[in-house]
């Protein structure tokens, strides 16, 4: 399962690479430039703020899970690991895209995908790694060799970012020109829509259960419960992300309307991203594994 999983994160880290080579730079002006920050509107000086402060808290939350892992069970450690990965990759964007905005005041539409495009598969696979592979049904979404629950969460979710991305470009170049975008966005909007419900299918909902991960079959209660949690999480809170779209695209906020799209985004990264991780440490650490791993090492610092 783990080698499986090795081999299906190295071709998806491979393909956004290459993805993320083939991108044009574009970064829609949202507002003037911003210098020492004195010409910032309220909402321009919350949202650069916003950036500073999620970023330090996605990197405290990596060393923190860093720091932690060694106390779940061997078999739940790399979902863990992927939590380091999410947190890890989104601070490092965060302090790149906190750099840009404060610069030239632009919406730094090519670092948030680099993040989404890497961080949004990695949040998905994490169902299929920490649920295991005795939760996966016997349904197949597509008969295509390699498309098991985590092929195709990994290529639904990368479509879902795919079509996400040419739509926002097409908002961010109407924010900067003042115009309207044009009707093809709503297209695209539509395609990563329909990216976002596959994934929800897939790894299942809190009412409608799962057509590719069954947490009925997972012998943990607390792993279950963990996985429940996690699909309340992704159903309330990625439903924020298209919501930042359409105030980009209505322009909702007049002239600010480009720092609002921003903020928008900037919550439902705090909230999705950290919200996530911990919930996969708290089931992986209150496991009886990871009990008994507890009470192992408190045994052996008695004894010395």
Known sequence: ????????????????????????????????????????????????ISFVGIGL???????????????????????????????GIAGFQYA?????????GSIPTDFRYADWMTTVPLMAITFAVLAGRESFTKHRMYDIPGMSVPG???????????????????VDAALASGAEPPVIHWYYFFLGSVGLLTVLVVVGTPFTGAYGIDHRLIADASIQLAIRRMRLLILVGWLVYPLGYVVGALQIGGEDGAAWMIFTYNIADLIN???????????????????????GRLELANTT
Request: charged share 15%; glycine share 6%.
């Open 152 to 170: 195709v969460i990994i290529v639904t979710s990368i479509f879902m970012m795919v079509f996400g991305y040419a739509g926002q470009t097409e």
């Open 96 to 104: 790149l895209m906190q750099d840009v905005y404060l610069t030239s």
């Open 57 to 87: 808290v996605f990197i405290a939350t990596a060393f923190f899970l860093f720091m932690e892992r060694n106390d779940v069970a061997r078999r739940h450690r790399p979902a863990v690991g992927l939590g380091v990965m999410i947190v």
């Open 1 to 48: 399962m783990l080698m499986k999983t090795d081999r299906t994160l190295g071709a998806m880290v491979v393909v956004t690479s290459l993805f993320m080579l083939w991108l044009p730079t574009v970064s829609a002006v949202g507002a003037a430039q911003f210098e020492d920050g004195s010409s910032m509107s309220a909402i321009e000086r919350v949202t650069y």
């Open 273 to 295: 991203k950290v919200a996530f991780v911990v919930i996969v440490l708290i089931g992986a650490r209150s496991t009886e594994e990871a009990e008994a791993v507890y009470r």
